[in-house]
């Protein structure tokens, strides 16, 4: 739960910045947004979110 919650706020924050840095205008923020909220709807959300989360596991184990 804690790892979607950042990445909502993280992804969020990239896409507040790219449509500030005008390399993503407001449409294409709002299509991204959909894609994103139908996509989560789909068969294909439970495999996106153990590959998200087995990622974050990995980034999660290195020792710098």
């Known amino acids: 739960m804690a790892i979607s ?6 992804l969020g924050i990239l896409v507040f910045v790219f449509v500030g840095k005008s390399g993503l205008n407001a449409a294409h923020a709002i299509v991204c947004s959909l ?5 989560a709807s789909t068969s294909m959300a439970p495999s996106i979110s153990r590959f998200v989360n087995g990622v974050a596991d990995m980034i999660g184990q290195i020792r710098f």
């Open 35 to 39: 894609f994103g909220f139908f996509l």
């Open 5 to 10: 919650i950042s990445a909502v706020v993280l």
